[in-house]
């Protein structure tokens, strides 16, 4: 079976520095991706990742502050948050999708992960 965990979540202040991460099990995928969702807002797009040659797609809000990873060996995949911002408070989710396409969108995305919650204080 396919299971996804993610870990690291937590309580920070604006400008601190945070590492998530998603042990996957069972089959691998196309694609692995990062997605948010705050309190009266949609699930929206973070950032994924190829899991075969490790290609990087980031939404623009986080670009240049978040960076996506994986460990194939590990079947793991890494979320990690620097100057992180209140406006990051969400819950974090890992997805796996078996497409290449349409990687921002949560509909190609099959399976999920329970969330992990992260909380930016001001």
């Known amino acids: 079976q396919v299971q996804l965990v993610e870990s690291g979540g937590g309580l920070v202040q604006a400008g601190d520095s945070l590492s998530l991460s998603c042990a996957a099990s069972?089959?691998?995928?196309?694609?692995y991706g990062w997605f948010r969702q705050a309190p009266g807002k949609d699930r929206e797009f973070v950032a994924a990742?190829?899991?075969?040659?490790?290609?990087?797609y980031y939404a623009d809000s986080v670009k240049g502050r978040f960076t996506i990873s994986r460990d194939n060996a590990k079947n793991t995949v890494y979320l990690q948050m620097n100057s992180l911002k209140p406006e990051d408070t969400a819950v974090y989710y890992c997805?796996?999708?078996?497409?290449?396409?349409?990687?921002?969108?949560?509909?190609?995305?099959?399976?999920w992960g329970q969330g992990t919650q992260v909380t930016v204080s001001s």
């Open positions: 997805a796996a999708s078996p497409y290449s396409g349409a990687y921002y969108n949560t509909r190609p995305y099959d399976y």
């Open positions: 069972g089959r691998t995928f196309e694609t």
């Open positions: 990742i190829r899991w075969s040659g490790g290609s990087t």
